[in-house]
């Protein structure tokens, strides 16, 4: 049983959501200042976050934490560089409010339009990865959101010197902006994340960025609504007809470019009719890289050194472990991946145009990839600047979220005393005419 909120949890999202409020009827050109402002905050305050940062490492260090959780808080000074980029890419994209979607001349007079706004207030909780906060906070001021951020224990004093950045930029710039420091809120308690779960009327939406065992917890303790993330269990098939060396290179940075990502494969699928050659190949190629490759019967038989039991086709091991399986087909390929995917991001490499339009048809992931890696299953690849998390659901919105994924919309009818009663009675007739968007 989850205990109420706090009184001083209740009074933060209550002010979050005033904040919120008044942020998603700012202009455009006031959120995008906003966003550049929280950039320029974490500039000025980069000494001050990558040595919180390996405070942070050295605690985890000592407390032995899991090798994948470390890769995901290690916060260096490349990769803060890449996320004030992202931050700055942020502020330049398009407005994702007041897009209208739908305009519709009902009646002489009575005109209906679909129109974005934002969703209001976002709760997001996350395990390491503090590069997280960036991400989320300058999508949600772009988008018009308020959020309240809830990282991981480990990350516990990156999350706080970011947010702390992130705020004196939009305390700088709140005279020109109206963007106060207060939209964003970090809470730092496991009971503060519990407490978040009830704060159905405060928050309109849950973001939980983790395991699988985090996500399923929090869709089965609140009534708000969660953006579904499973395990990222992604797999590269290598068909019979692929060029082997590129196929090679694809699999490799899938594996190995970043091990800890949910976008990194745990299984190779190897088309029986050129397995001998690639597994030639690709054997030595991940020994060197130091990936311990996991096959079935037939993967051993070419060299493959250690079995993979039942429980590896569907382990995501977030670490230079790799599962190997020979199959007959495309079709054997496919009839895999529906059972163990989990509908995160699944690539094929081939030649063959028809057996890459089939697998591009038939695997029903977030992302289906053809002679590239699944690494590129990312907000800031993809153009978004950065992400909220990657949804796995198959409702929208999948895959990277986005702008596009923080913002609904609403429905205004305009009129002249038009009445229900006269459509009724046959007095009047709907001519439901599409006008210019």
């Known amino acids: 049983m989850i205990a109420d909120p706090s009184p001083d949890l209740l009074a933060r999202a209550a002010q979050v959501r005033r904040r919120a409020m008044v942020l998603g009827q700012l202009g455009d050109g ?43 808080l290690k916060l260096d000074g490349a990769k803060l560089d890449g996320a004030i980029a992202g931050v ?25 339009e679909r129109v974005t706004v934002p969703l209001g207030v976002l709760g997001v909780i996350f395990e390491a990865r503090p590069d997280a906060v960036m991400q989320i906070a300058s999508l949600a001021i772009r988008s018009g959101n308020g959020a309240l951020l809830k990282g991981g224990r480990e990350a516990r004093g990156s999350c706080a010197a970011i947010l702390t950045a992130l705020r004196q930029g939009l305390a700088d710039s709140a005279v020109a902006t109206d963007v106060l420091p207060e939209a964003l809120e970090l809470l730092t308690s496991r009971e503060e994340s519990l407490g978040l779960l009830k704060l159905d009327g405060l928050v309109d939406l849950i973001i939980p960025r983790g395991s699988n065992e985090l996500v399923r917890f929090i869709q089965d303790h609140t009534r708000i609504p969660v953006l579904g993330h499973a395990d990222g269990i992604c797999h590269l098939f290598v068909d019979r007809a692929a060029d082997l060396q590129q196929a090679l290179r694809v699999a490799l940075d899938s594996k190995t470019q970043y091990p800890a990502a949910c976008n990194a494969i745990e299984t190779l699928l190897v088309d029986g009719a050129i397995a001998p050659a690639f597994l030639s190949l690709a054997i030595d190629a991940f020994a060197e890289a130091g990936v311990e490759l996991r096959g079935d019967a037939a993967s051993q038989a070419l060299g493959v050194g250690q079995g993979a039991s039942e429980a590896d086709w569907s382990t995501e091991y977030s670490d230079l472990i790799l599962s190997v399986k020979v199959v007959p087909d495309l079709e054997a390929a496919l009839e895999h991946i529906a059972r163990y995917g989990s509908r995160h991001t699944d690539a094929i490499c081939t030649t063959d145009a028809a057996a890459a339009d089939r697998f591009l048809a038939a695997v029903n ?43 609904t919309y609403r429905y205004r009818l305009r009129g002249e005393g038009h009445i229900a009663a006269d459509y009724a009675s046959g007095v009047r007739q709907f001519s439901h005419r599409s006008l210019p968007l």
């Open 30 to 72: 006031q959120r995008r200042q906003a966003v550049r402002a929280m950039a320029a905050g974490l500039e000025q305050s980069r000494a001050a976050i990558l040595a919180a940062n390996q405070a942070d490492l050295e605690a985890a260090a000592a407390e032995g934490l899991a090798p994948a959780l470390v890769a995901r």
């Open 365 to 407: 992931s977030a992302g289906v990839y053809l002679n590239c890696s699944t690494r590129f299953a990312d907000g800031y690849r993809y153009g978004f600047g950065a992400e909220v998390g990657i949804s796995t659901q198959t409702l929208p919105p999948r895959g990277p979220v986005g702008l596009e994924g923080l913002v």
């Open 88 to 112: 700055r890419q942020v502020a330049e994209l398009a407005d994702p409010l007041g897009r209208r979607q739908l305009h519709t001349e009902l009646d002489q007079g009575l005109v209906l």
